[in-house]
């Protein structure tokens, strides 16, 4: 079976920081990219990173790109997301993704998907 399973979300503060893991299983992701989306309470799930199979190119939504890193360790068959500075605006849950796009902001396009993590920034 495979599996995707995010964990590291939780409460912090506006200016935190915290680091999400999606630990993949069932299959290996080394062929693919894999990125990072989130969904606001209310809103459409959105594009926020991803990163290219070989884990040497990257691509981030505007919003994240100077603040959140994305990276990956294809031994480990887990992807990371450093976030950095973070605000309100960036509570929602976070899933991670598997795509044999890159770079692919589009949802439909991913073709394995976790659970989700909730993160939320508080002001």
């Known amino acids: 079976q495979v599996q995707l399973v995010e964990s590291g979300g939780g409460l912090v503060q506006a200016g935190g920081s915290l680091r999400l893991s999606c630990a993949a299983s069932?299959?290996?992701?080394?062929?693919?990219?894999i990125g990072w989306f989130r969904q606001a309470p209310g809103k459409e799930r959105e594009f926020v990173a991803t990163?290219?199979?070989?884990?040497?190119?990257?691509y981030y939504k505007d919003s994240v790109k100077d603040r959140f890193l994305i990276s990956r360790d294809n031994a480990k068959n887990t992807l990371y997301l450093q976030m950095n500075n973070l605000k309100p605006e960036d509570t929602a849950v976070y899933y991670c993704?598997?795509?044999?796009?890159?770079?692919?902001?589009?949802?439909?396009?991913?073709?394995?998907w976790g659970q989700g993590t909730q993160v939320t920034v508080s002001s």
């Open positions: 993704a598997a795509s044999p796009y890159f770079p692919e902001v589009m949802k439909s396009r991913y073709n394995y």
């Open positions: 990163i290219r199979w070989s884990g040497d190119v990257t």
């Open positions: 069932g299959r290996t992701f080394n062929n693919d990219a």
